[in-house]
C-alpha cells in the first residue's frame, strides 16, 4: 500500500510538471491554429490551466510572507514577465449611507 502511494505521488508531480509550461504560456496556446483555421484551445479551457498556477503562486506568496517576510516579486522579480505593478493595500474610507463616518461597533454594547 506504501508503494502505491509513493507512485501516485511522483506521477501526480511528473504529470505536474509536464503540464506546467503548457499553462504558464497561455499566449502560445491560443495562438496555435488547426488546418482549418481554428483555434484547437478555447479560452475558457485555458482558464482552467491557469486556475491551479494561480493557487500555487498564492500558496507561495503565503508560505513566503510567513517564513522571510516578503513575497515572490523580491525572491524572483522576473516572474511577473511585464505584468502590472502590484498596488498594495489600502485603507478604506467607509461612510454610512447619511456620509458620517462609520465608528467602532465593537465599541457599542448591542442589546440582544
Known amino acids: 500500500m506504501v508503494t502505491f502511494a509513493y507512485a501516485t505521488t511522483a ?3 511528473a ?17 496555435h491554429h488547426d488546418d482549418d483555421g ?3 484551445v478555447t479560452q475558457s479551457d485555458v482558464d482552467l490551466l491557469e486556475f491551479p498556477l494561480n ?5 507561495a506568496e503565503f508560505f513566503l510572507y510567513g517564513a522571510f517576510g516578503h513575497g515572490l ?7 511577473t514577465l511585464g505584468g ?4 498594495g493595500a489600502k485603507r478604506a474610507h467607509w ?3 447619511l456620509g458620517m463616518p462609520l465608528r467602532n461597533l465593537d465599541s457599542k454594547k448591542l442589546d440582544t
Open 55 to 59: 493557487l500555487v503562486y498564492l500558496e
Open 38 to 40: 481554428f483555434s484547437s
Open 84 to 87: 502590472p505593478t502590484r498596488v
Open 73 to 79: 516579486d523580491t525572491v524572483d522579480p522576473s516572474l
Open 15 to 31: 504529470a505536474f510538471l509536464i503540464l506546467l509550461p503548457l499553462s504558464c504560456s497561455s499566449e502560445s496556446i491560443l495562438n
Open 11 to 13: 506521477t501526480a508531480i
Open 95 to 97: 461612510t454610512t449611507s
